[in-house]
Protein backbone atom coordinates (compact mmCIF):
# COMPACT_ATOMS: atom_id res chain seq x y z
CA UNK A 1 0.00 0.00 0.00
CA UNK A 2 1.35 3.21 -1.04
CA UNK A 3 1.72 6.37 1.32
CA UNK A 4 -1.11 7.83 -0.91
CA UNK A 5 -3.23 5.08 0.32
CA UNK A 6 -2.56 6.11 3.86
CA UNK A 7 -5.70 7.01 6.01
CA UNK A 8 -5.63 10.63 7.03
CA UNK A 9 -9.23 11.43 8.13
CA UNK A 10 -12.42 10.29 10.26
CA UNK A 11 -15.24 8.27 9.89
CA UNK A 12 -16.98 7.73 6.35
CA UNK A 13 -19.35 4.58 7.16
CA UNK A 14 -21.65 3.62 4.01
CA UNK A 15 -25.00 3.36 4.64
CA UNK A 16 -25.43 0.76 2.96
CA UNK A 17 -23.11 -1.43 5.32
CA UNK A 18 -24.14 -0.20 8.80
CA UNK A 19 -27.61 0.52 9.29
CA UNK A 20 -29.11 3.43 10.99
CA UNK A 21 -29.65 1.90 14.17
CA UNK A 22 -25.85 1.14 14.47
CA UNK A 23 -24.92 4.74 13.76
CA UNK A 24 -27.19 6.07 16.20
CA UNK A 25 -25.95 3.37 19.03
CA UNK A 26 -21.87 4.47 18.27
CA UNK A 27 -22.79 7.67 18.05
CA UNK A 28 -21.42 8.42 14.90
CA UNK A 29 -23.87 10.58 13.34
CA UNK A 30 -22.67 13.66 15.58
CA UNK A 31 -18.53 12.54 14.38
CA UNK A 32 -17.37 14.58 11.48
CA UNK A 33 -17.64 12.00 8.71
CA UNK A 34 -14.56 12.09 6.69
CA UNK A 35 -13.99 11.62 2.14
CA UNK A 36 -10.09 10.07 2.82
CA UNK A 37 -10.99 7.11 4.72
CA UNK A 38 -12.94 3.93 4.86
CA UNK A 39 -13.65 1.79 7.76
CA UNK A 40 -14.06 -1.86 7.54
CA UNK A 41 -17.41 -2.28 9.75
CA UNK A 42 -17.59 -4.66 12.85
CA UNK A 43 -20.98 -6.28 11.70
CA UNK A 44 -18.60 -7.38 8.60
CA UNK A 45 -15.30 -9.33 10.36
CA UNK A 46 -15.21 -12.82 9.93
CA UNK A 47 -12.71 -15.46 11.00
CA UNK A 48 -10.23 -16.31 8.45
CA UNK A 49 -9.72 -12.31 7.35
CA UNK A 50 -6.60 -11.48 6.44
CA UNK A 51 -5.43 -7.85 7.02
CA UNK A 52 -1.82 -5.86 7.25
CA UNK A 53 -1.10 -3.52 10.83
CA UNK A 54 1.35 -0.68 10.83
CA UNK A 55 3.79 0.13 13.34
CA UNK A 56 7.33 1.41 13.87
CA UNK A 57 9.88 -1.01 14.55
CA UNK A 58 13.24 0.43 14.35
CA UNK A 59 13.67 4.34 13.84
CA UNK A 60 10.98 6.66 12.52
CA UNK A 61 10.03 4.05 9.75
CA UNK A 62 6.30 2.98 9.59
CA UNK A 63 6.46 -0.89 8.47
CA UNK A 64 3.89 -3.43 8.29
CA UNK A 65 2.92 -6.75 9.36
CA UNK A 66 0.35 -9.20 8.36
CA UNK A 67 -3.14 -9.80 10.73
CA UNK A 68 -5.13 -12.81 11.04
CA UNK A 69 -8.66 -12.65 11.97
CA UNK A 70 -10.00 -15.35 14.68
CA UNK A 71 -12.81 -13.66 15.43
CA UNK A 72 -14.65 -11.16 17.45
CA UNK A 73 -15.65 -11.65 21.70
CA UNK A 74 -18.86 -9.63 21.74
CA UNK A 75 -19.82 -7.71 24.74
CA UNK A 76 -16.11 -7.44 26.10
CA UNK A 77 -17.60 -4.53 28.09
CA UNK A 78 -20.39 -2.61 28.23
CA UNK A 79 -22.04 -2.12 24.57
CA UNK A 80 -18.01 -3.14 23.55
CA UNK A 81 -16.71 -5.90 21.37
CA UNK A 82 -13.16 -6.46 20.84
CA UNK A 83 -11.72 -8.26 17.19
CA UNK A 84 -9.32 -11.48 18.53
CA UNK A 85 -6.44 -12.04 16.12
CA UNK A 86 -3.18 -13.32 15.31
CA UNK A 87 -0.04 -11.18 14.02
CA UNK A 88 3.11 -12.18 12.40
CA UNK A 89 5.99 -10.98 10.35
CA UNK A 90 8.77 -8.36 11.07
CA UNK A 91 10.35 -9.32 14.97
CA UNK A 92 6.93 -10.78 15.94
CA UNK A 93 7.66 -14.14 16.40
CA UNK A 94 10.62 -13.43 18.32
CA UNK A 95 9.26 -10.52 20.65
CA UNK A 96 4.71 -11.24 20.70
CA UNK A 97 3.31 -8.48 21.21
CA UNK A 98 5.50 -5.29 22.20
CA UNK A 99 4.23 -2.88 24.98
CA UNK A 100 4.13 0.36 22.71
CA UNK A 101 1.92 -1.03 19.81
CA UNK A 102 -0.85 -0.02 21.15
CA UNK A 103 -2.63 1.97 18.51
CA UNK A 104 -0.80 0.12 15.89
CA UNK A 105 -3.65 0.55 12.80
CA UNK A 106 -5.14 -2.96 11.15
CA UNK A 107 -6.52 -2.50 7.82
CA UNK A 108 -8.87 -5.19 5.66
CA UNK A 109 -9.38 -4.83 2.29
CA UNK A 110 -7.77 -1.18 2.71
CA UNK A 111 -10.04 -0.06 5.49
CA UNK A 112 -9.38 0.60 8.65
CA UNK A 113 -11.05 -2.00 11.44
CA UNK A 114 -9.14 -0.96 14.20
CA UNK A 115 -6.23 -0.83 16.48
CA UNK A 116 -3.83 -3.68 18.59
CA UNK A 117 -4.56 -2.45 22.10
CA UNK A 118 -5.14 -6.05 24.16
CA UNK A 119 -2.45 -9.31 24.55
CA UNK A 120 -2.38 -12.13 26.93
CA UNK A 121 1.14 -11.31 29.14
CA UNK A 122 3.06 -14.74 28.67
CA UNK A 123 1.62 -15.53 25.58
CA UNK A 124 3.46 -18.32 23.35
CA UNK A 125 1.38 -16.51 20.33
CA UNK A 126 1.39 -13.20 19.57
CA UNK A 127 -2.16 -13.22 20.23
CA UNK A 128 -3.92 -9.58 20.22
CA UNK A 129 -6.92 -7.82 20.58
CA UNK A 130 -7.92 -4.93 18.13
CA UNK A 131 -10.15 -2.26 19.47
CA UNK A 132 -12.84 -1.48 16.43
CA UNK A 133 -12.29 1.94 14.77
CA UNK A 134 -15.70 3.03 15.69
CA UNK A 135 -15.76 2.68 19.03
CA UNK A 136 -12.37 4.61 19.11
CA UNK A 137 -14.50 7.55 17.16
CA UNK A 138 -17.65 7.23 18.88
CA UNK A 139 -15.98 7.51 22.26
CA UNK A 140 -13.60 10.61 21.62
CA UNK A 141 -14.34 14.23 22.79
CA UNK A 142 -13.02 17.17 22.07
CA UNK A 143 -13.20 21.00 23.11
CA UNK A 144 -14.63 23.33 21.05
CA UNK A 145 -12.03 26.26 22.03
CA UNK A 146 -9.19 26.19 24.41
CA UNK A 147 -11.35 27.23 27.05
CA UNK A 148 -10.64 27.64 30.54
CA UNK A 149 -12.69 24.64 31.50
CA UNK A 150 -10.40 22.54 29.58
CA UNK A 151 -7.58 23.51 31.60
CA UNK A 152 -9.56 22.76 34.92
CA UNK A 153 -7.10 19.78 36.38
CA UNK A 154 -8.79 16.06 35.97
CA UNK A 155 -8.10 13.34 38.55
CA UNK A 156 -6.04 10.17 37.56
CA UNK A 157 -7.73 7.29 39.30
CA UNK A 158 -4.98 4.01 40.08
CA UNK A 159 -6.81 0.67 38.97
CA UNK A 160 -6.30 -2.64 39.67
CA UNK A 161 -4.36 -4.45 37.08
CA UNK A 162 -6.15 -7.81 36.03
CA UNK A 163 -4.55 -11.47 36.52
CA UNK A 164 -2.38 -11.59 33.73
CA UNK A 165 -2.36 -15.17 33.18
CA UNK A 166 -6.21 -15.61 32.75
CA UNK A 167 -7.39 -12.37 30.88
CA UNK A 168 -7.12 -10.55 27.87
CA UNK A 169 -6.18 -6.85 29.29
CA UNK A 170 -4.93 -3.60 28.23
CA UNK A 171 -1.40 -3.39 26.97
CA UNK A 172 0.73 -1.90 29.41
CA UNK A 173 2.42 1.44 28.24
CA UNK A 174 6.13 1.26 28.46
CA UNK A 175 6.50 4.47 31.54
CA UNK A 176 10.01 5.53 30.25
CA UNK A 177 11.89 7.45 33.57
CA UNK A 178 14.67 10.47 32.55
CA UNK A 179 16.82 12.10 34.72
CA UNK A 180 15.86 9.89 37.86
CA UNK A 181 17.79 7.79 39.90
CA UNK A 182 17.46 3.84 40.30
CA UNK A 183 16.21 4.61 44.29
CA UNK A 184 12.99 6.22 42.66
CA UNK A 185 12.34 3.83 40.14
CA UNK A 186 12.33 1.09 43.14
CA UNK A 187 10.42 3.37 45.38
CA UNK A 188 7.71 4.80 43.35
CA UNK A 189 7.28 2.13 40.66
CA UNK A 190 4.69 -0.30 41.82
CA UNK A 191 2.38 2.93 42.92
CA UNK A 192 3.23 4.03 38.98
CA UNK A 193 2.05 0.11 38.14
CA UNK A 194 -1.18 0.70 39.98
CA UNK A 195 -2.24 3.24 37.08
CA UNK A 196 -1.65 0.91 34.49
CA UNK A 197 2.31 1.80 33.34
CA UNK A 198 5.22 -0.38 32.77
CA UNK A 199 7.85 1.88 34.74
CA UNK A 200 11.61 1.55 33.07
CA UNK A 201 14.17 3.80 34.10
CA UNK A 202 17.56 5.16 32.18
CA UNK A 203 16.42 3.80 28.31
CA UNK A 204 15.16 7.07 27.15
CA UNK A 205 16.45 10.47 26.31
CA UNK A 206 13.99 12.52 27.87
CA UNK A 207 11.72 14.91 26.48
CA UNK A 208 12.10 17.38 23.38
CA UNK A 209 14.75 19.70 23.79
CA UNK A 210 12.61 22.84 21.87
CA UNK A 211 8.89 23.98 23.26
CA UNK A 212 7.93 24.68 19.73
CA UNK A 213 4.79 22.21 18.49
CA UNK A 214 6.77 21.47 15.67
CA UNK A 215 5.98 17.92 14.56
CA UNK A 216 3.69 15.65 12.87
CA UNK A 217 2.37 12.00 12.79
CA UNK A 218 0.49 9.63 10.76
CA UNK A 219 -1.10 6.47 11.19
CA UNK A 220 1.50 4.01 12.59
CA UNK A 221 3.39 6.48 13.79
CA UNK A 222 4.99 6.09 17.63
CA UNK A 223 4.29 8.89 20.02
CA UNK A 224 5.22 9.61 23.39
CA UNK A 225 2.53 10.69 26.17
CA UNK A 226 4.23 13.30 28.29
CA UNK A 227 3.60 13.48 32.53
CA UNK A 228 6.83 15.39 33.21
CA UNK A 229 9.31 16.77 31.04
CA UNK A 230 12.23 18.81 31.55
CA UNK A 231 15.17 17.44 33.49
CA UNK A 232 13.67 14.48 34.68
CA UNK A 233 10.77 13.64 32.27
CA UNK A 234 8.20 11.00 32.45
CA UNK A 235 6.42 9.84 29.04
CA UNK A 236 4.40 6.52 28.19
CA UNK A 237 4.66 5.59 24.57
CA UNK A 238 2.03 3.91 22.56
CA UNK A 239 1.30 3.97 18.16
CA UNK A 240 -1.25 6.26 16.24
CA UNK A 241 -3.94 5.24 15.01
CA UNK A 242 -5.93 7.68 12.82
CA UNK A 243 -5.61 11.25 11.48
CA UNK A 244 -8.27 12.92 10.76
CA UNK A 245 -6.95 16.39 9.77
CA UNK A 246 -5.75 18.08 12.98
CA UNK A 247 -7.32 15.43 15.07
CA UNK A 248 -5.80 12.32 16.36
CA UNK A 249 -6.56 8.88 17.98
CA UNK A 250 -3.86 6.21 20.07
CA UNK A 251 -3.45 3.63 21.65
CA UNK A 252 -6.87 1.73 21.59
CA UNK A 253 -7.65 1.69 25.17
CA UNK A 254 -7.58 4.11 28.25
CA UNK A 255 -4.30 5.89 29.02
CA UNK A 256 -5.31 7.39 32.57
CA UNK A 257 -8.60 7.06 32.10
CA UNK A 258 -9.06 10.87 33.20
CA UNK A 259 -12.00 11.23 30.13
CA UNK A 260 -11.63 15.15 29.35
CA UNK A 261 -7.66 15.67 30.04
CA UNK A 262 -4.63 17.76 28.64
CA UNK A 263 -1.59 15.54 28.03
CA UNK A 264 1.00 16.61 25.22
CA UNK A 265 2.67 14.69 22.94
CA UNK A 266 5.50 14.06 21.13
CA UNK A 267 6.25 12.18 17.65
CA UNK A 268 9.23 9.85 19.19
CA UNK A 269 11.47 6.85 17.41
CA UNK A 270 11.73 3.43 18.47
CA UNK A 271 15.87 2.71 19.24
CA UNK A 272 15.35 -0.48 20.28
CA UNK A 273 13.04 -3.68 20.70
CA UNK A 274 13.65 -5.77 24.20
CA UNK A 275 12.18 -9.45 23.54
CA UNK A 276 11.16 -10.64 27.64
CA UNK A 277 9.25 -13.46 28.71
CA UNK A 278 6.72 -11.29 30.65
CA UNK A 279 5.75 -8.58 27.69
CA UNK A 280 8.26 -7.74 25.14
CA UNK A 281 8.49 -3.68 24.96
CA UNK A 282 9.85 -0.93 22.10
CA UNK A 283 12.46 1.17 23.58
CA UNK A 284 11.66 4.61 22.29
CA UNK A 285 13.20 8.02 22.77
CA UNK A 286 10.65 11.83 21.75
CA UNK A 287 11.90 13.99 19.25
CA UNK A 288 9.67 16.79 19.06
CA UNK A 289 6.49 18.13 20.42
CA UNK A 290 3.13 17.47 17.87
CA UNK A 291 0.22 18.18 19.96
CA UNK A 292 -2.12 17.84 23.20
CA UNK A 293 -4.30 14.90 23.83
CA UNK A 294 -7.70 15.90 25.45
CA UNK A 295 -9.86 12.79 25.74
CA UNK A 296 -9.05 9.79 27.74
CA UNK A 297 -11.50 7.21 27.32
CA UNK A 298 -11.62 3.45 27.71
CA UNK A 299 -11.61 2.53 24.16
CA UNK A 300 -8.78 5.45 22.84
CA UNK A 301 -6.83 8.62 24.16
CA UNK A 302 -7.71 11.18 21.24
CA UNK A 303 -6.09 14.57 20.30
CA UNK A 304 -5.07 17.83 18.50
CA UNK A 305 -2.27 18.41 16.57
CA UNK A 306 -0.54 22.09 17.14
CA UNK A 307 -2.64 22.39 20.28
CA UNK A 308 -0.34 23.46 23.54
CA UNK A 309 -1.16 21.76 26.70
CA UNK A 310 -0.83 23.82 30.19
CA UNK A 311 1.84 22.22 32.19
CA UNK A 312 2.72 23.24 35.59
CA UNK A 313 6.10 24.54 36.18
CA UNK A 314 8.17 22.81 38.91
CA UNK A 315 11.71 23.85 40.25
CA UNK A 316 13.70 22.48 42.76
CA UNK A 317 16.96 24.11 44.02
CA UNK A 318 19.24 21.85 46.38
CA UNK A 319 21.53 22.83 48.43
CA UNK A 320 23.54 20.76 50.09
CA UNK A 321 26.37 21.48 53.26
CA UNK A 322 29.36 22.58 51.61
CA UNK A 323 28.56 21.47 48.23
CA UNK A 324 27.74 22.95 44.92
CA UNK A 325 23.76 23.97 44.50
CA UNK A 326 21.80 21.30 41.91
CA UNK A 327 18.44 23.41 40.19
CA UNK A 328 16.03 21.09 38.68
CA UNK A 329 13.69 22.19 35.97
CA UNK A 330 10.71 20.83 35.07
CA UNK A 331 6.84 20.97 33.75
CA UNK A 332 4.22 18.83 35.22
CA UNK A 333 1.11 17.73 33.80
CA UNK A 334 -2.15 19.69 35.59
CA UNK A 335 -3.65 16.70 37.54
CA UNK A 336 -5.34 16.64 40.96
CA UNK A 337 -3.67 13.17 42.24
CA UNK A 338 -0.75 12.91 39.54
CA UNK A 339 0.98 17.13 40.00
CA UNK A 340 1.63 16.07 43.42
CA UNK A 341 2.61 12.75 42.81
CA UNK A 342 4.99 13.66 40.08
CA UNK A 343 6.54 16.05 42.36
CA UNK A 344 7.06 13.68 45.07
CA UNK A 345 9.17 11.30 42.96
CA UNK A 346 11.24 14.89 41.73
CA UNK A 347 11.64 15.79 44.82
CA UNK A 348 13.17 12.06 46.48
CA UNK A 349 15.02 11.51 43.30
CA UNK A 350 16.68 15.20 44.11
CA UNK A 351 17.83 14.46 47.51
CA UNK A 352 18.50 10.52 46.73
CA UNK A 353 21.53 11.77 43.86
CA UNK A 354 22.91 13.71 46.32
CA UNK A 355 22.20 13.06 49.76
CA UNK A 356 22.26 9.95 52.26
CA UNK A 357 19.06 7.78 52.41
CA UNK A 358 20.54 6.03 55.26
CA UNK A 359 21.68 7.13 58.43
CA UNK A 360 20.27 10.30 60.33
CA UNK A 361 19.55 13.45 58.60
CA UNK A 362 17.87 17.04 58.66
CA UNK A 363 16.52 18.32 55.60
CA UNK A 364 14.98 21.80 55.84
CA UNK A 365 12.53 22.55 53.29
CA UNK A 366 10.79 26.04 51.93
CA UNK A 367 8.54 25.79 48.84
CA UNK A 368 5.57 28.31 47.08
CA UNK A 369 2.74 27.29 45.22
CA UNK A 370 1.98 30.50 42.94
CA UNK A 371 -1.47 30.98 41.27
CA UNK A 372 -3.28 32.82 38.77
CA UNK A 373 -6.49 35.32 39.06
CA UNK A 374 -3.36 37.33 41.64
CA UNK A 375 -4.27 35.01 44.46
CA UNK A 376 -1.91 35.01 47.16
CA UNK A 377 0.64 32.18 46.75
CA UNK A 378 0.72 28.96 49.22
CA UNK A 379 3.90 29.22 51.25
CA UNK A 380 5.45 26.04 52.53
CA UNK A 381 8.28 25.84 55.39
CA UNK A 382 9.29 22.67 57.19
CA UNK A 383 12.01 20.77 58.84
CA UNK A 384 12.24 16.92 58.90
CA UNK A 385 14.60 15.07 60.63
CA UNK A 386 14.97 10.92 60.89
CA UNK A 387 17.60 7.85 61.93
CA UNK A 388 16.59 6.61 58.74
CA UNK A 389 14.62 7.47 55.37
CA UNK A 390 14.31 11.33 55.74
CA UNK A 391 14.39 11.89 51.87
CA UNK A 392 11.29 9.96 51.46
CA UNK A 393 9.68 12.02 54.43
CA UNK A 394 10.64 14.85 53.30
CA UNK A 395 9.89 14.49 49.96
CA UNK A 396 6.14 13.08 51.13
CA UNK A 397 5.35 15.79 53.44
CA UNK A 398 6.17 18.30 50.88
CA UNK A 399 3.21 17.85 48.80
CA UNK A 400 0.81 17.27 50.82
CA UNK A 401 -0.41 20.80 50.88
CA UNK A 402 0.25 21.51 47.00
CA UNK A 403 -2.34 18.09 46.56
CA UNK A 404 -4.56 19.60 49.12
CA UNK A 405 -5.22 23.13 47.06
CA UNK A 406 -5.03 21.24 43.67
CA UNK A 407 -8.06 18.75 45.15
CA UNK A 408 -10.23 21.79 46.70
CA UNK A 409 -12.47 22.23 43.91
CA UNK A 410 -12.01 26.08 42.97
CA UNK A 411 -12.81 27.00 39.58
CA UNK A 412 -11.03 29.92 39.95
CA UNK A 413 -7.98 28.15 41.45
CA UNK A 414 -5.43 27.63 38.97
CA UNK A 415 -1.67 26.86 39.48
CA UNK A 416 1.05 28.95 38.18
CA UNK A 417 4.40 27.33 39.21
CA UNK A 418 5.79 25.68 42.29
CA UNK A 419 9.00 26.09 43.27
CA UNK A 420 11.15 24.21 45.86
CA UNK A 421 14.10 24.98 48.07
CA UNK A 422 15.78 22.29 50.11
CA UNK A 423 18.76 22.30 52.17
CA UNK A 424 19.41 18.81 53.29
CA UNK A 425 22.26 17.77 56.01
CA UNK A 426 24.15 14.96 57.75
CA UNK A 427 23.03 15.88 61.26
CA UNK A 428 20.20 14.96 63.12
CA UNK A 429 19.05 19.14 64.22
CA UNK A 430 16.84 18.17 66.53
CA UNK A 431 15.43 20.26 69.91
CA UNK A 432 13.73 19.29 72.67
CA UNK A 433 11.66 21.58 74.99
CA UNK A 434 13.39 20.99 78.25
CA UNK A 435 12.45 23.00 80.61
CA UNK A 436 9.89 26.55 80.66
CA UNK A 437 9.65 29.04 83.86
CA UNK A 438 8.21 32.30 84.30
CA UNK A 439 10.21 35.61 85.49
CA UNK A 440 7.08 35.62 88.46
CA UNK A 441 4.16 33.58 89.57
CA UNK A 442 1.74 36.20 90.89
CA UNK A 443 0.93 39.16 88.34
CA UNK A 444 -1.27 42.07 87.91
CA UNK A 445 -3.52 43.64 84.66
CA UNK A 446 -0.71 45.24 82.79
CA UNK A 447 2.37 43.55 83.97
CA UNK A 448 5.23 41.65 81.90
CA UNK A 449 5.82 38.25 81.83
CA UNK A 450 9.31 36.76 80.89
CA UNK A 451 9.06 33.16 79.69
CA UNK A 452 12.29 31.19 79.59
CA UNK A 453 12.98 28.04 77.44
CA UNK A 454 15.68 25.61 77.57
CA UNK A 455 15.41 23.76 74.57
CA UNK A 456 18.23 21.12 74.16
CA UNK A 457 19.79 18.55 71.37
CA UNK A 458 22.19 16.36 70.83
CA UNK A 459 25.78 16.33 71.73
CA UNK A 460 24.99 18.65 74.69
CA UNK A 461 23.48 21.39 72.21
CA UNK A 462 21.71 24.06 74.87
CA UNK A 463 19.80 26.73 73.76
CA UNK A 464 17.64 29.52 75.82
CA UNK A 465 14.79 31.33 74.34
CA UNK A 466 13.03 34.36 75.93
CA UNK A 467 9.43 35.73 75.17
CA UNK A 468 7.19 38.09 76.94
CA UNK A 469 3.82 38.38 77.38
CA UNK A 470 2.20 41.77 78.74
CA UNK A 471 -1.38 40.64 80.82
CA UNK A 472 -4.17 43.19 79.11
CA UNK A 473 -5.76 45.68 81.19
CA UNK A 474 -8.92 44.16 82.65
CA UNK A 475 -8.03 40.21 82.66
CA UNK A 476 -9.70 38.63 85.24
CA UNK A 477 -8.64 36.92 88.24
CA UNK A 478 -7.34 33.25 88.10
CA UNK A 479 -5.16 31.08 86.49
CA UNK A 480 -2.99 31.79 83.27
CA UNK A 481 -1.35 28.98 81.03
CA UNK A 482 1.67 29.48 79.13
CA UNK A 483 2.25 26.28 76.79
CA UNK A 484 5.73 25.98 75.10
CA UNK A 485 5.18 23.67 72.45
CA UNK A 486 6.30 21.82 68.70
CA UNK A 487 4.42 23.16 65.47
CA UNK A 488 2.05 20.10 65.77
CA UNK A 489 0.87 20.24 68.88
CA UNK A 490 -0.53 23.53 67.47
CA UNK A 491 -1.40 21.84 63.87
CA UNK A 492 -3.04 18.72 64.62
CA UNK A 493 -6.18 20.00 66.35
CA UNK A 494 -6.46 22.76 64.09
CA UNK A 495 -5.80 21.56 60.47
CA UNK A 496 -6.85 17.48 61.04
CA UNK A 497 -10.76 18.33 60.20
CA UNK A 498 -9.67 21.11 57.70
CA UNK A 499 -12.30 20.00 55.09
CA UNK A 500 -12.25 22.41 51.48
CA UNK A 501 -15.91 22.32 51.02
CA UNK A 502 -16.68 24.59 54.16
CA UNK A 503 -14.63 26.83 52.30
CA UNK A 504 -16.40 29.82 50.88
CA UNK A 505 -13.53 30.86 48.41
CA UNK A 506 -10.07 30.32 47.17
CA UNK A 507 -8.39 33.40 48.75
CA UNK A 508 -9.81 31.72 51.78
CA UNK A 509 -8.62 28.75 51.77
CA UNK A 510 -5.10 30.06 50.76
CA UNK A 511 -5.23 31.88 53.89
CA UNK A 512 -5.98 29.41 56.28
CA UNK A 513 -3.27 27.06 54.92
CA UNK A 514 -0.70 29.82 55.46
CA UNK A 515 -1.62 29.31 58.80
CA UNK A 516 0.35 26.16 59.56
CA UNK A 517 3.00 26.16 61.63
CA UNK A 518 6.76 24.92 60.53
CA UNK A 519 8.48 22.74 62.23
CA UNK A 520 11.37 24.87 62.92
CA UNK A 521 9.60 27.18 65.39
CA UNK A 522 8.54 26.47 69.12
CA UNK A 523 5.53 28.48 69.94
CA UNK A 524 4.27 30.09 73.53
CA UNK A 525 0.20 29.28 73.58
CA UNK A 526 -1.07 31.42 76.27
CA UNK A 527 -4.47 30.33 77.13
CA UNK A 528 -7.11 29.73 80.33
CA UNK A 529 -9.57 27.13 80.74
CA UNK A 530 -12.76 28.61 79.20
CA UNK A 531 -15.24 27.04 77.02
CA UNK A 532 -14.51 27.59 73.57
CA UNK A 533 -15.61 26.92 70.35
CA UNK A 534 -13.68 26.30 66.64
CA UNK A 535 -15.82 28.43 64.08
CA UNK A 536 -14.09 27.54 60.96
CA UNK A 537 -16.45 28.87 57.96
CA UNK A 538 -16.79 32.00 59.83
CA UNK A 539 -13.75 32.95 61.58
CA UNK A 540 -10.95 30.47 60.29
CA UNK A 541 -8.27 30.05 62.03
CA UNK A 542 -10.12 31.49 65.48
CA UNK A 543 -12.02 30.51 68.53
CA UNK A 544 -15.03 31.99 70.04
CA UNK A 545 -13.99 32.23 73.22
CA UNK A 546 -16.58 31.91 76.27
CA UNK A 547 -20.41 32.53 74.77
CA UNK A 548 -22.80 33.51 77.01
CA UNK A 549 -24.88 29.92 78.39
CA UNK A 550 -27.48 30.31 76.06
CA UNK A 551 -25.20 30.32 72.88
CA UNK A 552 -23.15 27.68 74.15
CA UNK A 553 -26.33 25.85 74.24
CA UNK A 554 -26.94 25.82 70.55
CA UNK A 555 -23.20 25.88 69.75
CA UNK A 556 -22.77 22.51 71.53
CA UNK A 557 -25.56 20.85 69.60
CA UNK A 558 -24.59 18.02 67.49
CA UNK A 559 -26.56 19.56 64.43
CA UNK A 560 -24.28 22.62 65.04
CA UNK A 561 -20.99 20.40 64.61
CA UNK A 562 -22.71 18.80 61.28
CA UNK A 563 -23.48 22.31 59.51
CA UNK A 564 -19.57 22.57 58.63
CA UNK A 565 -19.62 26.10 60.13
CA UNK A 566 -19.07 24.80 64.02
CA UNK A 567 -16.55 22.55 64.17
CA UNK A 568 -15.93 21.26 67.45
CA UNK A 569 -16.27 21.72 71.10
CA UNK A 570 -12.56 23.12 71.70
CA UNK A 571 -10.93 21.37 74.73
CA UNK A 572 -8.09 23.08 74.82
CA UNK A 573 -9.03 26.14 76.49
CA UNK A 574 -9.47 29.75 74.88
CA UNK A 575 -6.55 31.02 73.46
CA UNK A 576 -5.51 34.51 74.30
CA UNK A 577 -2.13 34.96 72.40
CA UNK A 578 0.62 32.81 70.44
CA UNK A 579 4.49 34.02 70.05
CA UNK A 580 6.88 32.35 67.95
CA UNK A 581 10.30 31.37 68.80
CA UNK A 582 12.41 30.73 65.28
CA UNK A 583 14.68 28.32 65.95
CA UNK A 584 16.08 28.24 61.97
CA UNK A 585 17.24 24.67 61.53
CA UNK A 586 16.54 22.80 63.74
CA UNK A 587 13.14 20.81 63.93
CA UNK A 588 11.75 20.91 67.62
CA UNK A 589 9.88 18.69 69.57
CA UNK A 590 7.67 18.17 72.98
CA UNK A 591 5.91 20.49 75.08
CA UNK A 592 6.02 21.99 78.42
CA UNK A 593 2.99 24.29 80.43
CA UNK A 594 3.61 26.00 83.06
CA UNK A 595 1.06 28.46 85.62
CA UNK A 596 0.70 31.72 86.97
CA UNK A 597 -1.89 33.64 88.72
CA UNK A 598 -3.43 36.91 87.75
CA UNK A 599 -4.34 39.01 91.03
CA UNK A 600 -6.59 41.90 91.29
Request: proline share 7%; hydrophobic share 40%.
Amino acid sequence: MTNMDQPRTAARVRAGTIGFAWLTMLGLLSSPLCPGQDFYPLKDIRPGLHGVGRTVFAGNRIEEFQVEILGVIENSAPQQSIILAKLTGGPLAETGILQGMSGSPVYIDGKLAGAVALGFPFSKEPITGIQPIEQMIADARFPSTASRASRAPVIAVPRDSPNPLSQLADLKSPLFMSGFTAGTLATFGPELGKFGFAPLQGVSAGSPKSPQYSGTVQPGSMISVQLMSGDMAVGADGTVTYVDGKRVYAFGHRFLDTGSTELPFARAEVIALLPALNSSFKISTPREWVGTMVSDRSTAIAGEIGRSAHMVPVTISLHPDGAAVHDYRMNVVNDRLLTAFLTQMALYSSLDATERTTGAATIRLRGKVEFENNLPPVIIRDTFISDNATPAQAAANAVVILGFVMSAGFSDLHVKSVSYEVEPSETKNQLQIDQVWTSRRQVKPGDDILITTLLTGENGVEITRESTYRVPIGAQPGPLNFTVSDANTLNFPEFAGLNPAAMHSAQQLISIINQYRGSDNAFVRVWRQEPTYTVGATFPGGDLTDPPPSAALILAQPSASASGSILINNTRGAQLAEIAIPLSGYAVSGAKTVQVEVKE
